[in-house]
Antibody, heavy 119, light 107 residues
Framework: EVQVVESGGGLVQPGGSLRLSCAAS????????MSWIRQAPGKGLEWVSG????????YYADSVKGRFTISRDNSRNTLYLQMNSLRVEDTAVYYC????????????WGQGTLVTVSS | EIVLTQSPDFQSVTPKEKVTITCRAS??????LHWYQQKPDQSPKLLIK???QSISGVPSRFSGSGSGTDFTLTINSLEAEDAAAYYC?????????FGGGTKVEIK
């Protein structure tokens, strides 16, 4: 059974940093791209970042480019999102998703981890 | 960036009624359009991939159609458990984008 489980969310002050993790199981992790998607409270979905199976290619939404870094450790079946220079508007539930074959859309999503940026 | 426009934003429907949600892309995306269902306090669940391909375990009353810029999600004979928000999502070009969502309420 495919599972992805996020962790690392919490309360952080504006300008601060946080690293999210996503532990994957039930599939050959290195074979699939992965994505992070977020959802601000009461709002819709926003794709944040994606990374290829090898980790060699990374992509970002303009809203986080230069502040967030996606990475993966295929030996640990784990995806990461390093978030720096956090802003109030980054407050959201962050979802990790396994991508469909040959693409970056999410076919299996985790339950999400809440990031709150507030002073 | 490709903009996806969903309509309607909200729909109140009686059980067994047919529901149609549309998604229009700002430029052609072929069939790279996917549909998700999100129930309250849950993560999104993939319903339809590549415009019309069914997903294992998803009830057959959910179907998708369209290509290019115009897409439709149809729920035949709505059930109470289908109360949720529905989102379209394109993977044709980066950055990936989502539609604004359609909330379906059961009367």
């Amino acid at each position: 059974e495919v599972q992805v489980v996020e962790s690392g969310g919490g309360l952080v002050q504006p300008g601060g940093s946080l690293r999210l993790s996503c532990a994957a199981s039930g599939f050959t992790f290195s074979t699939y791209a992965m994505s992070w998607i977020r959802q601000a409270p009461g709002k819709g979905l926003e794709w944040v970042s994606g990374i290829s199976g090898s980790g060699g290619r990374t992509y970002y939404a303009d809203s986080v480019k230069g502040r967030f870094t996606i990475s993966r450790d295929n030996s640990r079946n784990t995806l990461y999102l390093q978030m720096n220079s956090l802003r109030v508007e980054d407050t959201a539930v962050y979802y990790c998703a396994k991508a469909g074959s040959g693409s970056y859309y999410g076919d299996y999503w985790g339950q999400g981890t809440l990031v709150t940026v507030s002073s | 960036e490709i903009v996806l426009t969903q309509s309607p934003d909200f729909q109140s429907v009686t059980p067994k009624e047919k529901v149609t949600i549309t998604c229009r892309a700002s430029q052609s995306i072929g069939s790279s359009l996917h549909w998700y269902q999100q129930k309250p306090d849950q993560s999104p669940k993939l319903l339809i991939k590549y415009a019309s391909q069914s997903i294992s375990g998803v009830p057959s009353r959910f179907s998708g159609s369209g290509s290019g810029t115009d897409f439709t999600l149809t729920i035949n004979s709505l059930e109470a458990e289908d109360a949720a928000a529905y989102y379209c999502h394109q993977s044709s070009s980066l950055p990936l984008t989502f539609g604004g969502g359609t909330k379906v309420e059961i009367k």
